[in-house]
């Protein structure tokens, strides 16, 4: 039988592409990762893995599975966030800013769960680009704000991520990097690339590649996310987008696979952001605490497991 164990250290397995790396990320013995994986391949039929000195590297089967494991754990982890709490008649309003990614990725699944658990928050809601969301905390014309937290500039600006969401390529199936053991940004250089600007994540994305030491190959440059699915899916080109904004069919119903890169890319932070010397006030007590408990402490208990 199919356990969430078993998927937790399939998917920290493959995007640690070592056991040991995994154990250390679960706090759990390699002989636990190990074990798992056995069963899960035993139980799937199929080696999820292909196992050398350099570690552990997706098969098919394996790339197949990971997209249906995410689905997965989002499934249980919404399941887990429905549990209702008790608002302890919360009251107030507040001013909270959102960016792009934010509000159309993340934040209205939410909106609906802190309407139920504090009925008497007026959330005033605003959608802003990273600079205006700044001077708004600064200015007082905000009161909190989720932002992708590797974004900020502003030293009076203080930022608590609430998780860390994986950037992968993005390729139309039957590519032939999807053939590939391990893919780099080498290999992704060579490629017609489409880079997506929205919410600053083209200069995010030239951080990793000028780490490496190579430049994609941009053939468009756009802020629809959406734009970006549909020109992969249909092979136009190829793109390194985080696994927040991943949905495994374009608009057109073609399908896009996504595999992870050996080289260090950096991962979309996604968190809470208020000014420095700000003095909550109940209601941002509550915003804050319904999020503390939906991500940092479930991912706390996680690892602890």
Same mark, same amino acid.
């Given at each position: 039988? /199919? ?15 070592? =056991? ?19 069963? /899960? ?30 689905? =997965? ?68 014309? /905000? ?94 080109? =190829?793109?390194? /987008? ?64």
């Amino acid at each position: 039988m /199919l356990t969430l164990r078993q998927v937790r250290y399939f998917v920290a397995t493959a995007e640690m592409g070592q =056991i040991s790396l995994a154990a250390v990320h679960l706090n759990i013995s390699q002989s636990a990762v190990t074990g798992a994986i056995k069963e /899960l391949e035993q139980l799937l039929g199929k080696k999820l893995f292909s196992r050398s000195v350099h570690g552990m590297v997706l098969t098919g089967h394996g790339n197949h599975f990971l997209n249906h494991a995410y689905t =997965i754990l989002q499934t249980v982890d919404n399941a887990v966030r429905s549990v209702p709490v008790n608002d302890n008649g919360v009251r107030g309003t507040l001013r909270l800013a959102a960016s792009y990614t934010v509000i159309g990725y993340f934040l209205p699944f939410h909106l609906q769960r802190l309407a139920q658990d504090y009925p008497h928050i007026d959330i005033q809601l605003f959608e802003y680009e990273r600079q205006d969301i700044e001077q708004g905390l600064l200015g007082h014309s /905000l009161d909190m704000a989720l932002v992708l937290t590797g974004n900020l500039r502003h030293q009076d600006i203080y930022a608590e991520t609430l998780f860390n969401s994986t950037r992968r390529l993005w390729l139309p199936s039957h590519h032939p990097l999807c053939a590939k053991s391990q893919v780099t940004l080498e290999d992704v250089a060579g490629e017609p690339f489409i880079m997506l600007t929205v919410d600053e994540a083209a200069d995010s994305a030239m951080r990793y590649w000028e780490e490496a030491g190579f430049r994609p190959d941009i053939i468009l440059r756009t802020s629809s996310v959406e734009a970006v699915r549909s020109m992969v899916a249909n092979g136009s080109g =190829i793109a390194i /987008l985080s696994d927040l904004v991943y949905r495994p069919w374009s608009l057109e119903g073609r399908r896009i696979e996504t595999r992870s890169l050996v080289n260090n890319v950096h991962p979309m932070g996604v968190g809470l952001a208020w000014r420095n010397d700000t003095e909550f006030t109940p209601a941002m007590l509550a915003l804050r605490e319904y999020f503390r408990s939906a991500f940092i402490t479930q991912q706390i208990n996680m690892v602890r497991r």
